[in-house]
């Protein structure tokens, strides 16, 4: 307990510290902000800061901060070092500068940004990759909802561990689509205004009653200075699998698609860091909590049926049940209510705004105004229409879950290194100290590229870890030092 006390005061000390120096580095005005200037009724309006932060949070939230570091605390205690400085030098900068930079460019989505920083071929790039990230957010996070929900009204969750399909599952899928249908198309202030705070509140409630459990339960469990791992882990099995695993709550590249969303509704830039910037330490507050929870259980107290969930991919599949398991063992009735409220809402809100920044991603790229609601169907139809298609097939193969579960977590992070990139060029032309995300973008590189090549592609031993991650740095050191003297010959 320890070396989970000294994480949370850390990242508290990160937003007060780091967050202002970040702050500073950018350097927030009084420019008018788009949710004024922009105003249209629909995405760009000004709402309360409080609401906004609380529809931030739960946007970038979802269960990815439970679900990934209830599967990354097996790793053990490198899982505190990760959530921590992973989210005070990369996660929380990276949101913070990206919606700010939203902001500065009129509400610009992702893509755009990383066009005007990398170039119009990578924004071409960025347009397709994001867009497909966002629809398998929502294909994902129509799965855990449905599960938990179809387990309450009669599924045999037996039969659906073993591939067989579960009606139960597909009438709660077709009853959260509708609801993403008719959230993506109305105004951001109708649905997502009005019952985002009371399910952020939800969440936090929760989190926080977990972490009063942990403090008179006073577990014992593995510190720090212990080791990094007390599994019989390699270097190689937690690099670069631990940073994959736990993204929401340490870095994550769909935050970036949703920090536009509320940086249309903010009416002053120096709102930024308590929302951008503090949406993610509180996130990473959240999956610490989550991960040394779920080390009770498997260090503290072995609980059977929780080693399962230490298998990658694979374990998203129980992970809804596990939470619920957890919160009623230790919060009764009420946690039973919380853990319904944080394992069937939250997916489904990340969802819902998944969908409506692909939406407004595609409206922009193709220039299509959006307050006449034809034109808003000509963009989700054919969206929805390939989200259903993924979803079949999903659910009627065995390992469809798991298959798009991996390729969502490789693709969310290199959606965070092309936007830590792109950021890391807009700050060397603003002659600001670009090291803030030089090095989180060399970093995850690495970690992408070795994933990409040894657990996805070529499922190469891991003895070749180091050499594809050491030869990725090598190339992006190289790339970068080449531009970067290009850059100031042009700066001259």
Same mark, same amino acid.
């Given at each position: 307990?320890?070396?989970?006390?000294?994480?949370?005061?850390?990242?508290?000390?990160?937003?007060?510290?780091?967050?202002?120096?970040?702050?500073?580095?950018?350097?927030?005005?009084?420019?008018?902000?788009?949710? #004024?200037?922009?105003?249209?009724?629909?995405?760009?309006?000004?709402?309360?800061?409080?609401?906004?932060?609380?529809?931030?949070?739960?946007?970038?939230?979802?269960?990815? %901060?439970?679900?990934?570091?209830?599967?990354?605390?097996?790793?053990?205690?490198?899982?505190?070092?990760?959530?921590?400085?992973?989210? +005070?030098?990369?996660?929380?900068?990276?949101?913070?500068?990206?919606?700010?930079?939203?902001?500065?460019?009129?509400?610009?989505?992702?893509?755009?940004?990383?066009?005007?920083?990398?170039?119009?071929?990578?924004?071409?790039?960025?347009?397709?990759?994001? #867009?497909?990230?966002?629809?398998?957010?929502?294909?994902?996070?129509?799965?855990?909802?449905?599960?938990?929900?179809?387990?309450?009204?009669?599924?045999?969750?037996?039969?659906?561990?073993?591939?067989?399909?579960?009606?139960?599952?597909?009438?709660?899928?077709?009853?959260?689509?509708?609801?993403?249908? +008719?959230?993506?198309?109305?105004?951001?202030?109708?649905?997502?205004?009005?019952?985002? %705070?009371?399910?952020?509140?939800?969440?936090?409630?929760?989190?926080?009653?977990?972490?009063?459990?942990?403090? #008179?339960?006073?577990?014992?469990? %593995?510190?720090?200075?212990?080791?990094?791992?007390?599994?019989?882990?390699?270097?190689?099995?937690?690099?670069?699998?631990?940073?994959?695993?736990?993204?929401?709550?340490?870095?994550?590249?769909?935050?970036?698609?949703?920090?536009?969303?509320?940086?249309?509704?903010?009416?002053?830039?120096?709102?930024?860091?308590?929302?951008?910037?503090?949406?993610?330490?509180?996130?990473?507050?959240?999956?610490?909590?989550?991960?040394?929870?779920?080390?009770?259980?498997?260090?503290?107290?072995?609980?059977?049926?929780?080693?399962?969930?230490?298998?990658?991919?694979?374990?998203?599949?129980?992970? %809804?049940?596990?939470?619920?398991?957890?919160?009623?063992?230790?919060?009764?009735?009420?946690?039973?209510?919380?853990?319904? *409220?944080?394992?069937?809402?939250?997916?489904?809100?990340?969802?819902?705004?998944?969908?409506?920044?692909?939406?407004?991603?595609?409206?922009?790229?193709?220039?299509?105004?959006?307050? *006449?609601?034809?034109?808003?169907?000509?963009?989700?139809?054919?969206?929805?229409?390939?989200?259903?298609?993924?979803?079949?097939?999903?659910?009627?193969?065995?390992?469809?879950?798991?298959?798009?579960?991996?390729?969502?977590?490789?693709?969310?992070?290199?959606?965070?290194?092309?936007?830590?990139?792109?950021?890391?060029?807009?700050?060397?032309?603003?002659?600001?100290?670009?090291?803030?995300?030089?090095?989180?973008?060399?970093?995850?590189?690495?970690?992408?590229?070795?994933?990409?090549?040894?657990?996805?592609?070529?499922?190469?031993?891991?003895?070749?870890?180091?050499?594809?991650?050491?030869?990725?740095?090598?190339?992006?050191?190289?790339?970068?030092?080449?531009?970067?003297?290009?850059?100031?010959?042009?700066?001259?």
């Amino acid at each position: 307990m320890v070396s989970f006390t000294l994480s949370l005061i850390a990242l508290v000390a990160g937003y007060l510290l780091y967050g202002r120096f970040v702050e500073r580095v950018f350097a927030p005005d009084d420019r008018t902000t788009p949710a #004024v200037s922009k105003a249209d009724g629909l995405d760009y309006v000004v709402l309360p800061n409080w609401k906004v932060f609380m529809i931030q949070f739960l946007n970038i939230a979802g269960t990815g %901060p439970i679900f990934g570091a209830i599967m990354g605390a097996k790793f053990g205690p490198a899982a505190y070092l990760w959530i921590v400085f992973g989210c +005070i030098f990369a996660g929380a900068t990276h949101d913070y500068l990206s919606g700010m930079l939203s902001m500065r460019h009129d509400g610009a989505n992702q893509p755009e940004i990383i066009g005007r920083y990398l170039g119009d071929t990578t924004k071409r790039v960025m347009l397709i990759f994001s #867009v497909f990230l966002l629809v398998m957010v929502g294909v994902v996070f129509v799965y855990s909802p449905a599960k938990i929900l179809g387990d309450m009204t009669g599924a045999d969750a037996v039969a659906a561990q073993q591939g067989q399909l579960q009606m139960e599952y597909v009438y709660w899928s077709v009853a959260i689509f509708i609801y993403y249908i +008719i959230a993506t198309m109305l105004p951001v202030d109708k649905i997502i205004g009005k019952i985002y %705070p009371l399910f952020a509140f939800s969440l936090l409630f929760m989190a926080a009653a977990l972490m009063v459990m942990l403090f #008179v339960k006073m577990p014992d469990l %593995p510190e720090i200075w212990e080791g990094l791992s007390v599994e019989p882990l390699t270097a190689q099995a937690i690099f670069p699998a631990l940073f994959i695993t736990i993204a929401c709550g340490a870095i994550s590249g769909f935050h970036a698609t949703q920090s536009p969303l509320m940086a249309r509704c903010l009416k002053s830039e120096h709102m930024g860091r308590p929302i951008f910037y503090g949406a993610m330490i509180t996130e990473g507050i959240v999956a610490l909590i989550w991960a040394t929870v779920a080390m009770y259980f498997f260090y503290d107290q072995p609980t059977p049926g929780y080693e399962q969930i230490a298998g990658g991919a694979a374990a998203v599949n129980d992970a %809804p049940s596990i939470v619920n398991k957890m919160c009623n063992e230790w919060l009764g009735v009420a946690g039973g209510i919380l853990a319904l *409220l944080g394992v069937v809402a939250a997916p489904i809100t990340s969802g819902d705004t998944a969908f409506r920044s692909a939406r407004l991603v595609i409206a922009d790229f193709i220039h299509l105004e959006q307050r *006449l609601i034809r034109n808003r169907l000509l963009v989700c139809i054919p969206m929805f229409a390939g989200a259903i298609a993924l979803l079949a097939w999903q659910m009627s193969d065995a390992k469809g879950f798991e298959t798009i579960w991996g390729w969502f977590g490789w693709s969310n992070q290199t959606l965070a290194v092309f936007m830590l990139w792109a950021l890391t060029v807009y700050l060397v032309r603003h002659r600001k100290p670009y090291i803030i995300t030089l090095v989180p973008a060399l970093f995850m590189t690495a970690v992408c590229s070795s994933y990409l090549f040894c657990v996805k592609l070529f499922t190469l031993g891991p003895e070749f870890v180091w050499g594809i991650a050491a030869a990725s740095l090598v190339l992006s050191l190289v790339w970068f030092a080449l531009w970067l003297r290009k850059e100031k010959e042009r700066m001259k």
